[in-house]
């Protein structure tokens, strides 16, 4: 009698997932085990909104093992010392895991194989379970060691062989172990969360997949960045939590199909991210290219911002969706982002801090990536690139439904004039006037470019 413990990280499904079924082909038994990591608990990735995602989460799978005869075990505490614990316990001779990209997950990779040797244990790690592409294995043609730039490293990710998605096991055999009970979203992280977030876990995935493969997507190419349309897929927090499969979901895609395409290229994006930060860990707090930027520090302006009271309404609209469903779309993220940052001159750090705090699906490849892409330290190829918030608002919120949905004290106003409230006699009490950075002298020019709000 074999056993192995299957060991999922963010990984929380049954289908399509690379240890889980590794582990079942190769051992008479398996542990499907998750650990309540007291380091992330202690971080400040630790946030109410993916603690109740996540309760619901590892619920659901759950129900998934035990409808194949299975169960989760849960323990709480170090990872590595819990996953140790089981495998005397259990006589384990293999342990599966996903393969991640943050610093924190290859040391506790490093501690995992270093402390499973001497029990004569063996870890496997599973590459393509997280992202489709293996972060250290896409590399470019010049010998560095990740792409710095996202179009030839799309090129190059378009030829990736897709493996095969893998089916559920249809059994799985569980030896005696102890664990606690299914934790609680306050056991996780005590504190409120979004009102209006989503359900999490492996079936609420798999039914929005399907709803978004079965007609919106073939409209993403035309309406993504449409705010008012709200026509984004809204998977982005099951695919933090590998509720959902990436490679699954790219290998349904009909690829003749321009909205399938666009969307195609997000997934790409995401591995994109995922590869930098394998390459460059210390991205997660420094800047990728350091660049001669001044940040100012006002926290009149960073309460605001957080608030949604900036006076700018796109950015508020987003922000105040941010608060209320622990998620926004990917085209208020980057207004939300570039003006605190290249208007407000605020650093990109404080920024991501706070997202990282609502949203569900912040990580952090995406989420700190993005804001150094949006703050002109990252990878983007025009880092000087600033985004009027008017004009990304008449282009992308025309009619103002957005803000009209988010900034209820604005609803009045109609149509397009939704977006200019200080000329049409909105009081600083209802809603205030842009706030705006100090600037040193040689900054003042920044705010021609916004002579309708600055």
């Not at 402390?115 to 592409?133: D, E, F, K, N, W």
């Not at 493969?213 to 008012?228: A, F, K, T, V």
């Not at 800047?287 to 930027?293: A, G, L, S, T």
Request: aromatic share 8%; hydrophobic share 40%; charged share 25%.
């Amino acid at each position: 009698m074999t056993v192995a413990i299957a060991l999922f990280t963010r990984d929380l499904r049954v289908h399509d997932n690379p240890g889980l079924a590794a582990a079942v082909h190769r051992a008479s038994e398996v542990v499907p085990l998750f650990v309540l990591d007291d380091a992330i608990a202690a971080s400040g990735f630790n946030a109410p909104n993916r603690a109740r995602f996540l309760s619901v989460a590892l619920t659901d799978l759950d129900g998934e093992l035990r409808r194949r005869g299975g169960r989760l075990v849960v323990r709480r505490g170090s990872v590595v010392d819990e996953v140790v614990r089981v495998a005397v316990d259990t006589g384990a001779t293999e342990v599966h895991i996903a393969a991640d990209v943050s610093g924190y997950s290859r040391r506790r990779e490093q501690r995992l194989r270093q402390r499973l040797r001497p029990l004569g244990c063996a870890l496997h790690v599973h590459a393509g379970s997280i992202t489709v592409a293996d972060a250290g294995e896409l590399r470019p043609s010049t010998g560095r060691d990740h792409f710095a730039v996202f179009t030839p490293y799309h090129r190059r990710w378009r030829e990736w062989p897709l493996r095969r998605p893998l089916p559920p096991p249809p059994r799985i055999r569980v030896p005696r172990v102890g664990g606690e009970s299914l934790p609680s979203a306050e056991s996780v992280c005590a504190g409120s969360a979004s009102p209006q977030l989503r359900v999490g876990g492996e079936q609420a995935g798999q039914a929005l997949l399907r709803r978004w493969l079965d007609g919106p997507i073939r409209h993403y190419h035309e309406r993504s960045d449409d705010l008012g349309a709200d026509a984004t897929s809204h998977l982005s927090p099951y695919l933090h939590f590998g509720c959902v499969s990436a490679t699954e979901i790219l290998a349904r895609l009909d690829h003749t199909d321009p909205g399938a395409e666009a969307f195609a290229r997000q997934l790409c994006w995401r591995d994109f991210h995922h590869q930098v930060l394998s390459a460059r860990p210390d991205v997660a707090v420094a800047d990728y290219r350091p660049r001669e930027r001044h940040w100012i520090t006002d926290e009149r302006i960073v309460q605001a911002w957080r608030d949604g009271r900036t006076g700018y309404p796109i950015v508020d609209a987003g922000m105040r969706q941010l608060a209320a469903q622990g998620w926004m779309p990917g085209r208020a993220r980057l207004i939300a982002a570039s003006v605190l940052t290249k208007t407000l001159r605020v650093d990109w750090r404080i920024g991501a801090a706070h997202f990282a705090h609502w949203l569900v699906d912040g990580d952090i490849a995406n989420n700190q990536l993005n804001w150094q892409w949006a703050a002109g330290t990252g990878t983007d190829t025009r880092p000087n690139r600033t985004l009027n918030p008017l004009r990304q608002a008449e282009r992308f919120d025309p009619l103002g439904d957005y803000v009209r949905r988010w900034i209820p004290e604005l609803a009045h106003l109609v149509g397009k004039d939704i977006h200019r409230p200080g000329q049409h006699a909105v009081p600083a009490s209802v809603y205030p006037g842009p706030v705006t950075a100090h600037l040193h002298a040689d900054e003042q020019g920044l705010f021609e470019l916004f002579p309708a709000l600055a």
